[in-house]
């Protein structure tokens, strides 16, 4: 093991599944919260956190968003993991056994269409590790998880159906936050994500953006949020194609940079392979 990293989530979730497939070699320590990965990343307690940030079919995940600005840590990864749900059923349990399945709210939806196939009544828990956690202590034949294959394995339970997921896409968008910024090309492929608020004056958005376009940088996300409840302060957060040392993102940042009244860069990190 080389270091720690932090995960929200019960052994076996997804964000689980995140870091083993972003830092593979670390040991990972589950959360409660993101605020509380967070904190053990900013102390010190681990070396890195992971963070789920949007998923291809429930959008972003606002919580985390707020979080990001004020969290005083650097990107310095992404990592896409593809959703595959699965039921996991005690050992010896079969298919036809299963008269509920436990998951996340957000899961549930997502086979909807295997579950009503089979008979299966849909049950909602906080969490799909944990799902699967409380399905192995109970032991009953009937009961069901929804979760990953990772979950079946630390909980001892069988995969009595793999994928069932109704959309074959589902993938979520992980960050890997550091105390420590890294701003080397480690990739032909960059990826740039920064803060900013544009100045108080007409078509302010509207010029600073125009540096990306005129200036061929893509701009992969673009996103507004409230500050502190404010109707008058509103925070953007973007993700850029490019590194800031690139001639056509240096140019794109100096107009930005004219039009807003603050602005900071959160990271700069290789784009995961699956963009």
Same mark, same amino acid.
């Given at each position: 093991?080389?270091?720690?990293?932090? =995960?929200?989530?019960?052994? &076996?979730?997804?964000?689980?599944?995140?870091?083993?497939? !972003? $830092?593979?070699?670390? #040991?990972?320590?589950?959360?409660?919260?993101?605020?509380?990965?967070?904190?053990?990343?900013?102390?010190?307690?681990?070396?890195?956190?992971?963070l789920a940030v949007e998923n291809s079919t429930y959008g972003r995940v606002a919580d985390v968003h707020s979080l990001l600005p004020k969290a005083g840590l650097h990107i310095?990864?992404?990592?896409?993991?593809?959703?595959?749900?699965?039921?996991?059923?005690?050992?010896?349990?079969?298919?036809?056994?299963?008269?509920?399945?436990?998951?996340?709210?957000?899961?549930?939806?997502?086979?909807?269409? =295997?579950?009503?196939?089979? &008979?299966?009544?849909?049950?909602?828990?906080?969490?799909? !590790? $944990?799902?699967?956690? #409380?399905?192995?202590?109970?032991?009953?034949?009937?009961?069901?998880?929804?979760?990953?294959?990772?979950?079946?394995?630390?909980?001892?339970l069988d995969v009595l159906a793999r994928h069932i997921e109704d959309h074959k896409n589902n993938t979520t968008r992980f960050l890997v936050m550091s105390r420590e910024a890294?701003?080397?090309?480690?990739?032909?492929?960059?990826?740039?994500?920064?803060?900013?608020?544009?100045?108080?004056?007409?078509?302010?958005?509207?010029?600073?953006?125009?540096?990306?376009?005129?200036?061929?940088?893509?701009?992969?996300?673009?996103?507004?949020?409230?500050?502190?409840?404010?109707?008058?302060?509103?925070?953007?957060?973007?993700?850029? #194609?490019?590194?800031?040392?690139?001639?056509?993102?240096?140019?794109?940042?100096?107009?930005?940079?004219?039009?807003?009244?603050?602005?900071?860069?959160?990271?700069?990190?290789?784009?995961?392979?699956p963009r």
């Amino acid at each position: 093991m080389t270091g720690r990293i932090a =995960f929200q989530g019960e052994p &076996g979730a997804y964000s689980h599944q995140a870091c083993q497939q !972003a $830092r593979p070699d670390m #040991e990972v320590v589950p959360c409660t919260t993101f605020e509380d990965v967070v904190e053990m990343t900013r102390s010190g307690e681990v070396d890195l956190g992971v963070l789920a940030v949007e998923n291809s079919t429930y959008g972003r995940v606002a919580d985390v968003h707020s979080l990001l600005p004020k969290a005083g840590l650097h990107i310095v990864d992404e990592a896409f993991v593809r959703v595959h749900v699965n039921l996991l059923g005690v050992p010896g349990a079969r298919l036809e056994d299963v008269r509920e399945a436990h998951g996340h709210v957000v899961i549930l939806p997502q086979c909807a269409g =295997f579950l009503k196939t089979h &008979g299966i009544k849909g049950k909602v828990s906080s969490d799909n !590790a $944990r799902a699967a956690r #409380e399905a192995a202590e109970a032991g009953d034949p009937a009961r069901a998880a929804l979760a990953s294959e990772i979950a079946a394995q630390i909980y001892g339970l069988d995969v009595l159906a793999r994928h069932i997921e109704d959309h074959k896409n589902n993938t979520t968008r992980f960050l890997v936050m550091s105390r420590e910024a890294d701003y080397r090309r480690r990739a032909d492929q960059m990826m740039t994500t920064f803060i900013f608020r544009v100045r108080n004056i007409p078509a302010a958005l509207y010029k600073a953006m125009g540096g990306f376009a005129t200036n061929g940088v893509n701009m992969t996300k673009l996103e507004s949020y409230m500050v502190d409840g404010s109707f008058t302060a509103t925070e953007f957060y973007a993700d850029i #194609e490019g590194h800031p040392d690139d001639p056509n993102v240096k140019r794109a940042m100096e107009e930005l940079d004219y039009f807003t009244s603050e602005f900071r860069i959160l990271g700069v990190y290789p784009a995961d392979r699956p963009r």
